[in-house]
């Protein structure tokens, strides 16, 4: 009897499940019981699909899913990031009044289309990124008093139309030294192949957006942070696709870094977003290590090791391998929280504001959904949104915030990657159909 119900359990399981799922419970229980062994072979498979079709995209078993084919389960959620104090005007669109410098390339006159993040310079003045294409910034003796004194960039408007160089549209995100001999400026790169050959990338869409080619790049400085400028390609490539670009293709690339020092290892870590609407691949965050003293030795995470090259496919043979993704959301900030011995991604998917926690940068913790700045009554006053400006909400009159960042201006690393002291969750807000843009912050405390 013993052995009987040994085998009988796990079919009697699947009938169980079966007449819970299948569309045609009823026909599939009987043929169970007529015939249980058989049945339950030719159902696995349904049953499988089925199963997997009933979980949300935000499930835990989900959180952790690796593209390269690993998957790293996510570990329960131990520390919280809370809202002290209400929103206050970090930056008006009024005080950004740079002319626009070149309209050929779509650059934007002065406002901000990036995550807030910041920089000091040898002489201890900090810099602020906060621009677009333009690449102005904001300086002063510390975060809270950088303000926008003049209309110098810290990389010129360019727009190569040769994809192999990838030196097109450039947004620079933040910049990372461990010394001032070599500082590393961290640069997201749009090819836009509409730009030279409008004829062959007809738009369909704003999320396929055809001929759309992300890469992240490098610039360096050797003077302290004053000036950057571009290596020649390939070895201004950190991180691209591993295959070249070809008109037709839909928006595909790897974009927005994030970068932060690794005290246990002293390596430095760049994230970056991974977009392929060709392959109709998620949302993910793929991370590349480097010793931060050069601009060839970064590697990318595969699932098992950094083992992967990601430089230009124009140079190296194209392996066709993807890097893995230790995220699977639109990760904005990357910081190292001393306190806990913790890193913190914080970002977005769809209108919720997430963050997640890691010990190592590969294994993170449950994602977590942040409440606290204008919570949407339309929700009870329970979750906090993000909106874009293609929003159904931005229509009924909330504002459209997007680029959420942390910053503690006490932190004591020249390159801002740390949390110290008392951080500043920022973000911008959009009005005038996004002509202009505030930039808000609100104080965060990160605890158990």
Same mark, same amino acid.
């Given at each position: 009897?013993?052995?009987?119900?040994? !085998?009988i359990f796990?079919?009697?399981?699947v009938?169980?499940l079966?007449?819970?799922?299948?569309p045609t419970s009823?026909?599939?229980? $009987?043929?169970f019981?007529?015939?249980?062994?058989?049945?339950v072979w030719?159902?696995?498979?349904a049953?499988g699909?089925v199963?997997?079709?009933?979980?949300?995209?935000a499930?835990?078993?989900?959180?952790?899913r690796?593209?390269?084919g690993?998957?790293i389960?996510p570990?329960?959620?131990?520390?919280?990031?809370?809202?002290?104090?209400?929103?206050?005007?970090?930056?008006s669109?009024?005080?950004?009044?740079?002319p #626009?410098?070149?309209?050929?390339?779509?650059?934007?006159?002065?406002?901000?289309?990036?995550?807030?993040?910041?920089? &000091?310079?040898?002489?201890?003045?900090?810099?602020?990124f906060?621009?677009?294409?333009?690449?102005?910034y904001?300086?002063?003796?510390?975060?809270d008093?950088?303000? &926008?004194?003049?209309?110098?960039q810290?990389?010129h408007?360019?727009?190569?139309?040769e994809?192999?160089?990838y030196?097109?549209?450039? /947004?620079?995100?933040g910049?990372?030294g %461990?010394?001032y001999?070599?500082?590393?400026?961290?640069?997201?790169?749009e090819?836009h192949?509409?730009?030279?050959s409008p004829?062959?990338?007809q738009?369909s869409?704003?999320?396929?957006f055809?001929?759309w080619y992300?890469?992240t790049?490098?610039?360096t400085?050797?003077?302290g942070?004053?000036?950057?400028?571009a290596p020649?390609?390939?070895?201004?490539?950190?991180a691209s696709?591993p /295959?070249?670009?070809?008109?037709?293709q839909?928006?595909a690339?790897?974009?927005?870094?994030?970068?932060?020092?690794?005290?246990?290892?002293g390596?430095?870590?760049v994230?970056?977003t991974?977009v392929?609407?060709?392959?109709?691949?998620?949302? #993910?965050?793929?991370?590349?290590r480097?010793?931060?003293?050069?601009l060839?030795? /970064? &590697?990318? /995470?595969?699932?098992?090791?950094?083992?992967?090259?990601?430089g230009?496919p124009?140079?190296q043979?194209?392996s066709?391998r993807?890097?893995a993704s230790?995220?699977?959301?639109s990760?904005?900030?990357?910081?190292?929280?001393?306190?806990?011995n913790?890193?913190?991604?914080?970002?977005?998917?769809?209108?919720?504001?997430l963050?997640?926690?890691?010990?190592?940068?590969?294994h993170w913790?449950q &994602?977590?959904t942040?409440? #606290?700045i204008?919570?949407?009554?339309?929700?009870?006053?329970k979750?906090?949104?993000v909106?874009?400006?293609? $929003? %159904?909400?931005?229509?009924?009159?909330?504002?459209?915030?997007?680029?959420?960042s942390?910053i503690?201006?006490?932190?004591?690393?020249?390159n801002?990657?740390?949390?110290?002291?008392?951080?500043?969750?920022?973000?911008?807000?959009r009005?005038? !159909? #996004?002509?202009?843009?505030?930039?808000?912050?609100v104080?965060?405390r990160?605890?158990?």
């Amino acid at each position: 009897m013993k052995n009987e119900l040994g !085998h009988i359990f796990p079919y009697s399981l699947v009938a169980y499940l079966l007449s819970r799922f299948s569309p045609t419970s009823k026909e599939h229980a $009987s043929l169970f019981h007529q015939n249980p062994r058989s049945t339950v072979w030719l159902y696995m498979a349904a049953l499988g699909g089925v199963l997997g079709s009933c979980s949300s995209p935000a499930s835990p078993a989900r959180e952790g899913r690796q593209a390269g084919g690993n998957d790293i389960k996510p570990s329960r959620a131990e520390y919280l990031i809370e809202v002290m104090g209400p929103p206050e005007l970090y930056l008006s669109a009024d005080d950004m009044r740079c002319p #626009g410098v070149d309209e050929d390339i779509g650059a934007r006159s002065d406002i901000s289309d990036i995550p807030i993040n910041a920089f &000091r310079r040898k002489d201890g003045t900090v810099i602020v990124f906060s621009g677009n294409q333009n690449n102005y910034y904001l300086v002063g003796k510390s975060v809270d008093s950088a303000r &926008r004194l003049n209309c110098d960039q810290l990389i010129h408007p360019v727009n190569d139309p040769e994809p192999s160089r990838y030196n097109a549209r450039r /947004w620079m995100f933040g910049a990372y030294g %461990k010394d001032y001999n070599l500082i590393i400026g961290f640069v997201h790169n749009e090819y836009h192949g509409d730009d030279f050959s409008p004829g062959a990338c007809q738009r369909s869409s704003q999320a396929n957006f055809e001929c759309w080619y992300a890469s992240t790049t490098l610039v360096t400085s050797t003077d302290g942070g004053f000036t950057f400028k571009a290596p020649k390609s390939p070895d201004n490539v950190l991180a691209s696709l591993p /295959w070249q670009f070809e008109f037709g293709q839909r928006r595909a690339g790897l974009f927005s870094p994030k970068v932060v020092g690794n005290p246990k290892d002293g390596m430095v870590y760049v994230m970056v977003t991974y977009v392929d609407q060709n392959e109709k691949r998620p949302i #993910g965050q793929c991370l590349l290590r480097g010793s931060g003293k050069q601009l060839t030795d /970064w &590697r990318g /995470w595969d699932g098992s090791g950094f083992n992967l090259a990601m430089g230009s496919p124009y140079a190296q043979r194209n392996s066709n391998r993807q890097c893995a993704s230790v995220l699977n959301f639109s990760v904005r900030s990357l910081k190292y929280v001393s306190s806990i011995n913790q890193f913190i991604a914080i970002g977005n998917h769809g209108e919720r504001i997430l963050y997640s926690f890691s010990p190592d940068l590969i294994h993170w913790s449950q &994602r977590q959904t942040l409440r #606290g700045i204008d919570e949407d009554e339309n929700t009870g006053g329970k979750e906090m949104y993000v909106s874009s400006q293609n $929003s %159904k909400r931005v229509g009924g009159g909330i504002p459209s915030k997007t680029y959420f960042s942390i910053i503690d201006s006490e932190s004591k690393s020249m390159n801002f990657d740390t949390v110290d002291g008392n951080p500043y969750l920022y973000y911008i807000q959009r009005h005038d !159909h #996004g002509v202009k843009r505030d930039v808000f912050r609100v104080p965060i405390r990160i605890s158990r």
